[in-house]
């Protein structure tokens, strides 16, 4: 069974006057690659997925599998509908994938009983790892310990997106070691690394990626004081790429350097003009 552990980073859709740019996507792709990252995250919430149907969350990912190889690739899949994420799980599996990015059901509010029944649902449908994605304060209910640990037990869910918010959870998930613990909150990146945990699933990593890679390498190689030096080092322009709802600050950022137009769909806004102006100043003074 496939393990999850480095940088990955959740990409963005860039769009152009509406439409998917799927030139400036294969582009940041290629320069993510070279960059030195384990992956990338399909169609999660920095990629907009809400405001794509899936049919044009299959052509993003098809686009990506031009440039990336499978097995460095991972799916957001979401919904509220079971025969619907039934229906998307099986057109994803047709294509060679690494595993599926699994939120729970948003709005809902399903109970942890419930919560098991999905999951385990969508896990013995799947050919592929299946990745929880534990994200309270966007699908509006925790998911608790003795549920992750039931859902642990099933033999394809292998890792979670750690939103939680609890080092509580955090830490007994880690010492647990039954699920790769990636992190998803960026400015805890450090700190889930010290607890031992895998990686990190990183929005802000599209902005100077190599040195998230270099902070995971310095982590392997047990140079703690590197690297906290290369974290604190990130953490005023980690702190700038969440300083607008996500991925509005990032889209600008690589909009900067002609990745792609500064565009998002509604009900999304380009970042203030204030944020703007803080990210442009900050990357002129700390260009790579």
């Excluded at 400036?24 to 149907?53: F, I, N, Q, W, Y």
């Excluded at 902005?207 to 890679?213: A, L, Q």
Aim: glycine share 8%; proline share 7%.
């Amino acid at each position: 069974m496939s393990s999850f552990s480095g940088i990955w980073v959740p990409l963005v859709t860039p769009f152009r006057q509406g439409e998917i740019d799927f030139s400036a996507l294969k582009s940041l792709c290629t320069r993510m690659l070279k960059r030195g990252v384990d992956g990338v995250v399909v169609c999660g919430t920095t990629g907009e997925a809400p405001m794509l149907t899936k049919e044009e969350q299959l052509q993003v990912l098809d686009a990506v599998l031009e440039i990336v190889p499978g097995n460095q690739v991972i799916m957001g899949l979401s919904g509220t509908h079971m025969p619907v994420i039934r229906e998307m799980q099986d057109a994803i599996s047709r294509r060679p994938v690494a595993g599926f990015l699994v939120p729970a059901p948003y709005y809902i509010r399903p109970s942890q009983p419930a919560l098991v029944a999905w999951f385990t649902e969508i896990a013995d449908n799947a050919s592929v790892p299946v990745m929880l994605y534990n994200i309270p304060y966007r699908t509006g209910v925790q998911m608790e310990l003795d549920t992750l640990r039931q859902l642990a037990k099933h033999p394809r869910i292998t890792a979670i997106k750690d939103c939680g918010g609890s080092i509580d959870l955090t830490l007994s998930l880690i010492a647990d070691g039954e699920l790769d613990v990636l992190c998803g909150e960026d400015v805890q990146i450090f700190s889930t690394l010290s607890l031992g945990g895998a990686g990190a699933i990183a929005a802000s990593s599209h902005i100077f990626p190599e040195e998230f890679v270099a902070l995971i390498k310095q982590f392997k190689e047990g140079d703690l004081i590197a690297a906290r030096q290369t974290f604190f080092g990130l953490l005023p322009m980690i702190r700038l790429m969440f300083s607008a709802p996500n991925p509005a600050a990032i889209k600008f950022a690589l909009s900067l350097d002609g990745l792609m137009a500064n565009e998002l769909r509604s009900p999304m806004l380009p970042a203030p003009e204030n944020v703007e102006t803080a990210i442009r100043n900050y990357l002129n003074q700390h260009s790579r």
